[in-house]
């Protein structure tokens, strides 16, 4: 941010920023609209039909068409306020495929960020511009909500769940970056910045003691906790086609794999044993890691311990990094 | 000081020397009274005592924000500051201050009853509501509670170390005033009607109190549910909203404003009626679309309870779950639209008479429309993504609330205090006190709707720098408007003593309530009425009858 | 006219006046349902979040003491209509015979909850403060969960139970006292509806919590 200019209008510094003003000033045109309708007519009846006046009185009867006038009328303009605001919302809800990845950990009163090539900030966040980045975000403690104004996005934090955010910057410059939900006594310090910049500032910034990519830090912690010895590493299985119309996992060796194969499964259809199947993204990883009795897969005992309290969110951020990054045999690059 | 009287419809009998207000002084007839009138001036106590303290606490946290770094108060403190501020003014001012002070005092007169259907619970829930209040102050006095008004779990429910459960309690019982309120309010339209008076006689003031009351009675136990439940889990460490315990903190959003939308109706309803009555009797008109009026009410407390979803857009409620809560939402607008156009169109034609009480219902009608319309932009998904938790929804709801509920309460009570009291109160004073708060009110939160699209969050003690300026002015508008709050209470008190007696009816207004003395017996009329004509039937009301009244 | 003690009659009949207390009563029960349903709300969020839990602690309540109170339930709720019904045609004896079974019905239903809840204590199973919570299979945060929502609804539940129980106490000692009862014998139907809903409220707890998965 500049130096604290008065301003009576947020910059616009993301894509979707003027798309969500050009609502705005629709909605701001129709509200001075209707607000100067109402008020002038008030202002036009009370100078006119003052007790005093003697203005035209002739007794009328009140006409139903009138009311459904302005029962009627308002609809359309009310869908079209809809349609348009639901259409931006979902894109503000989809983020797109290639976005950069950032991992986001939240707690009472602070920010924490991980870059895709490990390198961490607090309570500041260095992006690049025109290049989308989506947020996975967590809380640790209450819910916080990570809100950046001049990119007119805001997300809930919870603890708990992850939950997302996407924006792609397009004017290099210092914003604001609020936390928008009360989280107790230092809510509104809890503030940072998000620093626009240009690709070629930002390959320079990022390479400035990088720090450690978090799939590296998940790998070391998928051997500290030896996950290896129920999920195996080798023989890597081969995922089947469809079976019984799921698509699952073939066993080289039923029997000796004690828990699901995790090579390429991130974002795979995991039968359960009570007949759901659920998909493995970030969610599903994590719920499985704290409370692996939740969604049990089918053909493999329910044996995995709870890793509840000996994980930070940062950590299983970490790990959820490394699994992603196992590739199958043969398969697809994650 | 002028005092305006208009031709009186009905004839004035001579006040007999005994009325509600003189047949007994002891404090034991007050404390112990079953007659309505007098719980309604009981409550008018309470309500004014706690809105004090919550505009008190609004004063020092506005004095707070004239700068941009925590100078005044700690972080704690104001944290404490603007959760006092929310409980107040919504528990314990807004929700009651219309139903219970004009509505407990005038539905019997105006249904042309003795009383209200159940006269002790009426005190029951009189004392419940002191009970609540008073805890809630001590409460907060004690230590306080800085969770906000909305208690959002895990933080309330696990991590905040202030009194969260005795608020909470506090808050359940208050809750048990609101729905015995609502009970007996609508039994008594069910069954305590006058001779003649068919539901499309009733005034307005009485649809909306009824449409008020069920809203009352489905809502309130979802609140009271709910914060019993924030109690059991801090009390007993159960998890039901605690990530940490397996719970979902997201389900006490849903079961909050389950509640708290619907509540917002039920702040918002008796204003319109409130309105309604103003308008007809100081333009002298029928009101225009009455039966849609009437009609229009019922569907806002229908409809409340189907958009709590639009506070929760940006909560990690699904995508889809949103745009259903946000096409309810804008639908929403329509009933109260078609109530503004009606009460617009009841000026043409009409008789206007300037007192204050019209003052009040004009700005009223004015600053709903901008707060209404400003609901739009919550509504619409996209922008409320940028807005939600900032000082636009600030400045929206007090739009409602402070230039709607407070204006209509404020012009209620000044038009019927001839009928409470029996005496009229100094009008030069009452139209300049309307002015000032007119002109404090949009000083103060106009300014804030530009704050929230900026990006200033609520519940901020220090804030960004560039941020200063709308907030000083914002301030300033406060102390306009708390100003323009102390001279009503200074010149209503005085009207006891100095003011002019004040006849039966003092504006010419229709409606039963005018036609017995100022002010009425305990038992309200010597005898029951007998209704035969249609409601607002002003002789020279300029609109004619529907063919059906 | 004073209103201290004094009385103004704002109904123009007694039967207007049954007519409002009876409306009265089903406006409050309009209000429980909304009580009860918000909790209800809950367990179905749940139940639906943690449903291998829920089963798994729902097997292990006392399904025969459960039974035996839903059976007490049902047969106190006919001793209610009697008197109800007792009451209508003039006895007062007989109904205070009825509400008098009510009551006792009542209490028995309480002792039998009670009883449960000192089993669930002794097996370490009462998620209240204090109380060790043992549980040693799978799913151990959501059988804590179900059963603070049991303790919940039911505790709930049980307190509406003590409140009829009172009120019967006391309508039943009034309606030994003539003067009363001549004026006011027509509240019973207003009673009965209250005894009644908080049966019907037993009614959906009792397979929502005890027969989630009674499969052998």
């Known amino acids: 941010m500049k130096d604290a200019d008065f301003q009576l209008f947020p910059d616009a510094a993301s894509t979707v920023a003027s798309r969500v003003d050009a609502l705005f000033w629709f909605l701001t045109f129709l509200t001075m609209v209707l607000s100067l309708l109402i008020a002038g007519l008030i202002v036009y009846f009370s100078v006119k039909y003052r007790r005093s006046s003697t203005a035209d009185r002739t007794p009328y009867r009140a006409d139903t068409r009138l009311e459904l006038i302005w029962i009627i009328g308002p609809l359309p303009i009310l869908f079209y306020i809809f349609f348009w605001s639901a259409t931006l919302f979902f894109e503000l809800r989809r983020p797109p495929a290639d976005s950069m990845q950032v991992a986001v950990v939240a707690r009472q009163w602070m920010w924490k960020f991980q870059h895709p090539s490990g390198k961490r900030e607090i309570d500041v966040l260095h992006v690049p511009i025109h290049r989308p980045v989506q947020l996975t975000m967590i809380s640790q403690d209450v819910i916080h909500s990570f809100y950046v104004p001049a990119f007119r996005v805001k997300q809930d934090v919870l603890p708990g769940r992850y939950t997302t955010v996407w924006f792609e910057p397009d004017k290099v410059g210092e914003y604001h970056l609020f936390c928008a939900e009360y989280c107790g006594t230092n809510h509104s310090r809890m503030v940072g910045r998000i620093v626009v910049m240009s690709q070629a500032d930002y390959e320079a910034w990022l390479s400035n003691d990088t720090g450690q990519p978090p799939q590296v830090a998940g790998m070391q912690l998928f051997e500290k906790f030896r996950c290896a010895s129920c999920h195996g590493s080798s023989p890597s299985p081969r995922y089947a086609g469809e079976r019984d119309g799921v698509r699952g996992f073939e066993l080289s060796e039923p029997g000796i794999q004690r828990g699901p194969p995790l090579a390429g499964i991130f974002g795979r259809d995991i039968p359960l044993v009570d007949g759901r199947t659920v998909t493995a993204d970030e969610a599903y990883l994590r719920e499985s890691i704290l409370r692996p009795q939740a969604k049990l897969v089918a053909g493999f005992p329910p044996i995995m311990p709870s890793y509840e309290g000996q994980l930070s969110e940062e950590n299983i951020l970490e790990l959820i990094a490394h699994i992603k990054s196992l590739q199958a045999e043969g398969g697809t690059p994650p | 000081m002028t005092m305006v009287v208009d031709e009186p419809l009905a004839p004035i009998t001579a006040p007999r020397a005994e009325n509600y207000l003189n047949v007994d002084y002891r404090v034991r007839s007050w404390l112990l009274t079953r007659d309505h009138k007098r719980i309604g001036i009981l409550y008018l106590f309470g309500i004014t005592f706690f809105f004090c303290i919550g505009g008190a606490s609004a004063v020092l946290f506005r004095l707070e924000l004239m700068t941009p770094e925590g100078d005044l108060f700690q972080s704690e403190t104001y944290n404490r500051l603007f959760t006092l501020h929310g409980v107040m003014m919504v528990f314990f001012f807004l929700i009651p201050a219309i139903p219970a002070v004009l509505g407990n005092f005038l539905v019997p007169l105006m249904v042309g009853a003795r009383d209200l259907a159940f006269p002790l619970l009426n005190l029951l829930s009189w004392y419940l509501f002191m009970i609540a209040g008073i805890v809630t102050v001590w409460v907060m006095l004690a230590g306080g509670v800085d969770t906000g008004w909305t208690f959002y779990t895990p933080y309330s429910s696990t991590y905040a170390n202030t009194y969260v459960m005795a608020t909470a309690v506090a808050i359940f019982i208050n809750g048990f005033s609101s729905i015995l309120t609502g009970l007996n309010i609508i039994v008594t339209v069910h069954k305590l009607r006058a001779p003649g008076m068919t539901w499309f006689r009733l005034p307005l003031f009485i649809w909306s109190h009824y449409a008020t009351s069920l809203i009352f009675i489905l809502g309130t136990p979802v609140i009271a549910v709910t914060l019993l439940l924030v109690a059991l889990e801090r009390g007993l460490g159960v998890g039901i909203f605690d990530p940490a315990l397996g719970g979902d903190p997201v389900l006490f959003q849903h079961l909050f404003w389950f509640y708290s939308h619907p509540a917002v109706y039920i702040m918002v309803l008796p204003a319109f009626g409130v309105i309604s009555e103003l308008i007809a009797t100081f333009s002298r008109n029928r009101i225009y679309g009455y039966r849609f009026i009437a009609f229009a009410s019922l569907a806002i407390a229908v409809l409340g309870f189907l958009v709590w979803g639009h506070h929760m857009f940006v909560s990690g409620q699904s995508t889809y779950a949103g745009l259903v809560f946000s096409i309810l939402s804008l639908l929403i607008a329509v009933p109260s639209a078609i109530k503004v156009f009606n009460w617009t169109a009841t000026l043409y034609k009409g008789r206007l008479l300037f007192a204050t009480p019209l003052l009040y219902a004009l700005g009223f009608i004015g600053l709903f429309t901008i707060g209404g319309l400003t609901g739009l932009f919550l509504a619409a998904t996209a922008v409320d993504v940028h807005v939600h938790d900032t000082y636009f929804v600030v400045a929206h709801f007090h739009y409602i609330m402070v230039g709607g509920t407070v204006m209509a309460y404020l012009g209620g009570i000044h038009y019927w205090w001839p009928k409470i009291t029996g005496r009229m109160y100094a009008e030069s004073w009452a139209r300049f006190s309307a002015i000032l708060v007119f002109v404090g009110f949009n000083l103060t939160f106009f300014p804030q709707f530009v704050l929230g699209y900026l990006g200033m969050p609520r519940r901020y003690h220090v804030y960004a720098e560039e941020f200063q300026m709308l907030n000083v002015m914002s301030s300033a508008g406060a102390s306009i408007l708390g100003v323009g709050y102390l001279f009503p209470i200074c010149y209503l008190i005085w009207s006891l003593r100095y003011g002019a007696k004040a006849p039966a009816n003092p504006w010419g207004a229709t409606g039963l309530e005018w036609q017995t003395v100022s002010p009425p017996l305990t038992e309200n009329f010597a005898e029951i009425p007998l209704v035969t004509g249609p409601p607002y039937d002003h002789p020279e009301s300029a609109l004619l009858p529907d063919d059906h009244e | ?216």
Request: proline residues 3%; positive net charge; charged residues 15%.
């Open chain 3, 1 to 216: 006219m004073s209103n201290v003690g004094g009385h103004i009659e704002q109904f123009d009949s007694p039967a207007r006046r049954s007519e409002a207390v009876m409306l009265g009563m089903w406006v409050f029960l309009a209000t429980e349902v909304l009580f009860f349903g918000g909790l209800f709300c809950v367990y179905g969020v749940y139940r639906y979040e943690y449903h291998d839990a829920f089963r798994l602690g729902s097997r292990r309540l006392d399904l025969w003491l459960g039974t035996l109170n839903t059976f007490v339930l049902l047969s106190s709720s006919l001793t209610m209509a009697l008197a109800v019904q007792a009451a209508a045609a003039g006895r007062s004896r007989r109904t205070v015979t009825f509400l008098l079974a009510t009551i006792a019905l009542g209490t028995l239903f309480l002792g039998i909850k009670g009883a449960e809840y000192l089993h669930k204590y002794h097996d370490g199973l009462l998620p209240v403060a204090g109380a060790p919570f043992k549980w040693e299979g799978p799913h151990a945060g959501g059988v804590h969960l179900f059963l603070s929502l049991y303790v919940g609804m039911t505790g709930l539940h049980a307190l509406h139970m003590v409140i009829g129980i009172g009120l019967l106490s006391i309508f039943a000692w009034l309606a030994g006292r003539p003067r009363w009862w001549a004026l006011r014998r027509d509240s019973f139907d207003v009673l009965g509806l209250y005894w009644h809903f908080v049966d019907l409220v037993w009614i959906f707890l009792f397979p929502l919590l005890y027969l989630i998965d009674r499969t052998p």
